[in-house]
């Protein structure tokens, strides 16, 4: 059976709202996991990054948003788009923003680094969402057990 995974991107910030950071992953739908993901800007390097980390899994289809940063970084011969075929990973999402509230709202318990806002994301991913497989960029690594 082909591997079939979601992609989308989810808004943050780190201190104040001008210093924008975007969490963009991969979701493996049959298994509720996440496959791969990234942290940056809004841009396609950081898009680029995604079909490098999942070359290892060999998706057979990836679903997404209509993002443009998708269309022209990703393999067009294996795509689907549209909100309907994305509802897990935006579920997903969901569920992100309801367990951790200081990626998107300023609370006192803000977040001041970049570190410690990707620290939560990675322990929520691994231990509510059951995460099966993680490939980040080296500099993430120091977050990993």
């Not at 493996?28 to 995604?50: I, M, Q, W």
């Not at 990836?62 to 579920?91: A, C, W």
């Given at each position: 059976?082909?591997?079939?995974?979601?992609?989308?991107?989810?808004?943050?910030?780190?201190?104040?709202?001008a210093?924008?950071?975007w969490?963009?992953?991969?979701?493996?739908?049959?298994?509720?996991?996440?496959?791969?993901?990234?942290?940056?800007?809004?841009t396609?390097e950081?898009?680029?990054?995604?079909?490098?980390?999942?070359?290892p899994?060999?998706?057979?289809?990836?679903?997404?948003?209509?993002?443009?940063?998708?269309?022209?970084?990703m393999?067009?011969?294996?795509?689907?788009?549209?909100?309907?075929?994305?509802?897990?990973?935006?579920?997903?999402?969901?569920?992100?923003?309801?367990?951790?509230?200081?990626?998107?709202?300023?609370?006192?318990?803000?977040?001041?680094?970049?570190?410690?806002?990707?620290?939560?994301?990675?322990?929520?991913?691994?231990?509510?969402?059951?995460?099966?497989?993680?490939?980040?960029?080296?500099?993430?690594?120091?977050?990993?057990?």
């Amino acid at each position: 059976m082909a591997l079939i995974c979601e992609l989308d991107e989810q808004w943050s910030f780190v201190e104040n709202k001008a210093r924008q950071q975007w969490h963009w992953y991969a979701y493996k739908t049959k298994a509720d996991g996440v496959l791969a993901y990234t942290f940056g800007p809004r841009t396609d390097e950081t898009c680029r990054e995604l079909p490098e980390f999942l070359k290892p899994f060999s998706a057979g289809m990836i679903t997404r948003d209509n993002r443009s940063s998708y269309t022209r970084e990703m393999p067009q011969d294996k795509h689907l788009v549209g909100k309907i075929f994305t509802r897990r990973i935006e579920r997903n999402n969901l569920t992100l923003r309801t367990h951790i509230k200081r990626p998107a709202r300023k609370t006192i318990c803000f977040l001041r680094s970049l570190e410690i806002h990707e620290k939560p994301l990675v322990h929520l991913s691994k231990t509510h969402v059951l995460l099966t497989g993680v490939i980040t960029r080296a500099s993430f690594a120091v977050f990993l057990p």
